[in-house]
C-alpha cells in the first residue's frame, strides 16, 4: 500500500530553520496539489502552506514569509522550508496530498506526521 512519507523535523532553537519532505513511498505515484498542515497539542489540525499541481502557492497569515513551500516533480517530492521558527511553530507537521500513478488516485492522502519543537 501506498504511503505518504514526511521526513525532516526535529529540535531546533527559536530563530533557526527546518526543512520538511514529503514524498510517496512508492516512487510510480506523483504527487498533484499538496498541503502541510500542523496541529500542537490541544488543538485542531490547521492548514498552513499550499501549492497546487502548476506550483501555485498559499499560506496562512501565521507563516507567510517566513515559510516556503515547493517542489520538486522530478523528485517527486513537496518540501516546506521553514525559517525563523518560533516556539508557537511548535506542533506535528502533516503533509496532505492527492496522489496517483496515471491508473489510481488517491485525493487527500495523509502522511503520518513529524514533529517540530522549537525551544525559546
Known amino acids: 500500500q501506498v504511503q505518504l512519507v514526511e521526513s525532516g523535523g526535529g529540535l531546533v532553537q527559536a530563530g533557526g530553520s527546518l526543512p520538511l519532505s514529503c514524498a510517496a513511498s512508492r516512487s510510480t505515484f506523483s504527487i498533484n496539489v499538496a498541503g502541510w498542515y500542523r496541529q500542537a497539542p490541544g488543538k485542531q489540525r490547521d492548514l498552513i502552506a499550499r501549492?497546487?499541481?502548476?506550483?501555485?502557492?498559499n499560506y496562512a497569515d501565521s507563516v507567510k514569509y517566513r515559510f516556503t513551500i515547493s517542489r520538486d516533480n522530478d523528485k517527486k517530492t513537496v518540501y516546506l522550508q521553514m525559517n525563523n521558527l518560533e516556539p508557537e511553530d511548535t506542533a506535528v507537521y502533516y503533509c496532505?496530498?492527492?496522489?496517483?500513478?496515471?491508473?489510481?488516485?488517491?485525493?487527500?492522502?495523509w502522511g503520518q506526521g513529524t514533529q517540530v519543537t522549537v525551544s525559546s
Open positions: 496532505n496530498a492527492d496522489i496517483s500513478n496515471g491508473i489510481l488516485s488517491y485525493p487527500g492522502y
Open positions: 501549492i497546487s499541481d502548476g506550483g501555485s502557492t
